[in-house]
């Protein structure tokens, strides 16, 4: 461990003495996590900690979530002291479709109440995916803007430069579908499009969050093939761990609408895939042009729209681009942009999404994390999507790595209209 943070620490020293008294309080138990005893000597080492407060954080092969909060109960570390607490953290993915996760969160609200299960998904926890709150409802001159009458559409990317990785065995089983626009991407769209909370309260921000998933449009399986797209690179089946007629999609992408007033007929681009042109990730939100061209481009090119680009990565920060006039004489427009970037705006190390995200279970703060719910609901919306997949013949593979994906995905966007924004 002390090899290991001092080789991935990031923008700070490695402070030796501070190591030496964080690490006296670590101590280690190896076994079988199916092996009722190994729980026994947990329990000991606890007691000889002296601590009453708990987290237990699974960060184990799915297939053992169920099992190891069962032994946890069965052994009564989970039952804590007057006074105390014991709090669990697991890892996605949370179940592997619809009928294991409702089967999951059965298993572990037998041991666990939900108030101390926290089903981690760290791209809650990233600066600019919180700061989507705080641009919204901190500043009366977005929050207007933020509907069906000024927004014409908005495009939330996760691209991947790389591929997976050695991971092809465990990439073979999910898909990009399940592995980022389940719980990620539906993540982040809810926080982008959710109502106003009461308060900022855990309970109130996933309320509304619940609320969002819930009112996203359920495909039927006639509109499956028509509003979404999958795709597998070129040289995915070559992986080690990867069957060679592999029908797993390294790329999705899809469209979905939200049946509810604020965002009526407003289209949600999602993509996600590996071996893509670029490593980003963000969220681009396109307003409707002027109502009436009043500044004639003589032949020029149309005006580019308004658009407002929250970058999650690689670079957290806001930028806004309009129109303004380009010097000389007559009144021809060029679009620029405003950026705000986190680090030479604050000039200070944002904490890391799990850093974030453990001191908040520490805290019992459960804002950033998903609920039951939550969970279920983005389920049902991707579970049709894999159900009509699955019993379709891909023509894999379908797009070359180092590309924007397959070109079924520009056509998906061209009905409309649109087009992808390819940072």
């Keep these: 461990m002390h090899d290991s943070v001092k080789q ?15 690490a006296k309080n670590i101590g280690y138990v190896a076994g079988d996590l199916q092996d009722v005893e190994v729980y026994g000597r947990i329990g000991e080492k606890i007691r000889e900690a002296g601590q009453s407060n708990v987290l237990f954080y699974l960060s184990t092969q799915p297939s053992y979530y169920a099992p190891v909060v069962e032994l946890l109960g069965k052994s009564c570390l989970s039952r804590p002291p007057a006074g105390a607490w014991r709090r669990v953290v697991i890892e996605k993915p949370f179940g592997h479709d619809l009928q294991s996760a409702r089967a999951l969160n059965e298993a572990i609200h037998k041991v666990f109440p939900e108030d101390e299960v926290y089903r981690i998904d760290h ?33 939330i990317t ?34 982008m499009a959710m109502e106003p909370p009461a308060a900022f309260e855990p ?4 309320d509304e969050r619940a609320k969002l998933l819930r009112s996203i449009k359920i495909m039927h399986s006639d509109e499956v093939p028509g509003n979404t797209v999958a795709g597998q690179y070129r040289g995915f089946r070559q992986e080690p761990g990867v069957d060679a007629q592999s029908q797993t999609d390294t790329f999705a992408a899809a ?11 407003v289209p949600f681009y999602i993509r996600t895939g590996k071996k893509l042109a670029k490593r980003v990730t963000d969220i681009a939100i396109q307003f409707n042009a002027a109502p009436h061209a009043m500044f004639s481009q003589n032949g020029g090119p149309p005006m580019e729209p308004n658009l407002l680009i929250m970058r999650i990565q690689p670079e957290e920060g806001i930028s806004l681009r309009f129109q303004s006039k380009q010097p000389g004489s007559g009144m021809r427009l060029r679009a620029v942009s405003m950026d705000f970037n986190y680090g ?13 995200l453990l001191v908040d279970a520490m805290k019992g703060d459960a804002t950033l994390y998903t609920r039951q719910d939550m969970v279920e609901a983005s389920w049902r919306v991707v579970q049709p999507i894999l159900d009509n997949w699955a019993s379709r013949k891909f023509d894999f593979p379908n797009y070359e790595p180092g590309t924007w994906g397959p070109a079924a995905a520009d056509e998906m966007l061209a009905k409309h209209g649109h087009h992808w924004r390819n940072s």
Excluded at 8 to 22: A, G, K, Q
Excluded at 203 to 206: F, G, M, S
């Design 158 to 191: 996760a691209a991947e430069s790389i591929g997976v990785e050695g991971r092809g065995g465990y990439y073979q089983e999910a898909g990009a579908l399940r592995d980022m626009i389940q719980n990620h991407l539906l993540q982040v769209t809810s926080t």
């Design 255 to 265: 469209t979905f609408y939200i049946d509810n007033w604020r965002w009526a007929g």
């Design 344 to 356: 030479s705006s604050f000039g200070e190390r944002s904490p890391t999404a799990y850093e974030t």
């Design 8 to 22: 991935f620490l990031e923008d700070s020293p490695f402070d030796e003495d501070l190591w030496n008294s964080f």
């Design 203 to 206: 309970d109130a921000v996933r």
């Design 123 to 155: 791209y809650l926890g990233k600066e600019t995916v919180q700061n989507i709150l705080a641009f919204r409802f901190g500043n009366g001159i977005f929050e207007p803007l933020w509907n069906r009458r000024y927004v014409n559409h908005v495009q």
